[in-house]
């Protein structure tokens, strides 16, 4: 699959070609399925969520289980022990429980997963290779301008090589609508609930060799 190569520092045409280049079809040009990117994605999701704390409940705290009172003539209520949860340093009653959220996917769904998210923006048009990040100047006015010209829609994910651009990371970080990242953290969620994907030269070799590592 070819793809023309557009650049952002070029003032005469917003959409001028830094030349052509090859993309691989074993990863850009996949048949997306919805249920692999369901599964995907739903690992996803629950595996960001934090472990729940949980309370000690009458049988986990260290008191004294020994009758403190008797059962009929001190003129108080008839209690077990001390463990009840209406007393100072009690258990809790129907406390939270310890909720570990640790789902397991196999790697090969997740690794056809992302061929698929990557797929299917490249088959919808939206994806957009940038011969890199350079900018002339590091200015979120200017950035926006440039990125108005190229189209990018409501929003759209930018994923540069091992190191992010310092530029281009100052001048987007005001911007709501650019979110960017290294080609490491690229992710089947983040890919999808962007409009646009930008990739750079950089970011396409290195998403090349993870999956012919």
Known sequence: MKVKVQTLTDQGSAKAAGGDIELND???AVEPRADILHRVVSWQLEKRRGTARGARERSDVARTGKKFG????????RHGDRRAPIFIGGGKAHGPRVRDFNPSLNKKIRVLGLRMALSSKAAEGKLVVLDSLDVGEAKTKSLKAQLTKLGFGKNALVIDG?????????????LESINLM????ANVYDILRHETLVLTRAAVEKLEARFNG
């Open 182 to 185: 290294p080609a490491v953290g």
């Open 162 to 174: 091992d190191a992010l651009n310092v530029g281009f990371a100052r001048a987007s970080s005001n």
């Open 70 to 77: 008797r059962q009929k003539g001190g003129g108080t209520a």
């Open 26 to 28: 074993e990863i850009f």
